[in-house]
T-cell receptor, first 118, second 116 residues
């Protein structure tokens, strides 16, 4: 159980275009999903917290107009990188929070999406 | 503010050796949760363990074991009889709310290379 998928696994796009990345919790409902960014050989940096049915909460320094997040259902959150530029090239990872009655919550991570902007 | 330090950037061992990955954390909260995740070359983070701040019992799962010591704010991870498949980046993480349901603060990771 607790499987999270991401699509696409990799994408190459031209500068100035927009790219949408999907994050799905396959076997549980996730009221909260998280989006992280990871540069090569670096740690994961939280970009935003996505709550189903409400606006995402962005971390300091993350442009909300550039990284659009939508969490329309309990199993799907999307991240759209608008007007992508080469500096947006990175590995984007989502996670979904599995809330368990009587136990601590845990975040399960998707396989990541490697974005390359030419 | 919470912080996680993994001082070992890279460790290389020969197969069958035991290896310990260090993790030191900082937090002001009395209730918090600690995690270890494995990131193989494929990139996907694999959940290994969650420990809450009130449970200092050491845990063993197969070749993996964890040593949690609040007195030194450490949550170290030991792999016994390492195997090539253990080669990956290992991240220690801390959450101050709801067991990881809220923000996770990650350490910088330790690259483990297990060679034949």
């Amino acid at each position: 159980g607790a499987v999270v998928s991401q699509h696409p696994s990799w994408v190459i796009c031209k500068s100035g275009t927009s790219v949408k990345i999907e994050c799905r919790s396959l076997d549980f409902q996730a009221t909260t999903m998280f989006w992280y960014r990871q540069f090569p050989k670096q740690s994961l940096m939280l970009m935003a917290t996505s709550n189903e049915g409400s606006k995402a909460t962005y971390e300091q320094g993350v442009e909300k107009d550039k990284f659009l997040i939508n969490h329309a259902s309990l199993t799907l959150s999307t991240l759209t990188v608008t007007s992508a530029h080469p500096e947006d090239s990175s590995f984007y990872i989502c996670s979904a929070r599995q809330a368990l009655l009587g136990a601590a919550d845990t975040q399960y991570f998707g396989p990541g999406t490697r974005l390359t902007v030419l | 503010a919470q912080k996680v330090t993994q001082a070992q950037t890279e460790i290389s061992v020969v197969e069958k050796e035991d290896v310990t990955l260090d993790c030191v954390y900082e937090t002001r909260d009395t209730t918090y949760y600690l995690f270890w995740y494995k990131q193989p070359p494929s990139g996907e983070l694999v959940f290994l363990i969650r420990r809450n701040s009130f449970d200092e019992q050491n845990e063993i799962s197969g070749r993996y074991s964890w040593n949690f010591q609040k007195s030194t704010s450490s949550f170290n991870f030991t792999i016994t009889a390492s195997q090539v498949v253990d080669s990956a980046v290992y991240f220690c993480a801390l959450s101050e709310d709801q067991g990881g349901g809220n923000k996770l603060t990650f350490g910088t990771g330790t690259q483990l290379k297990v060679e034949l």
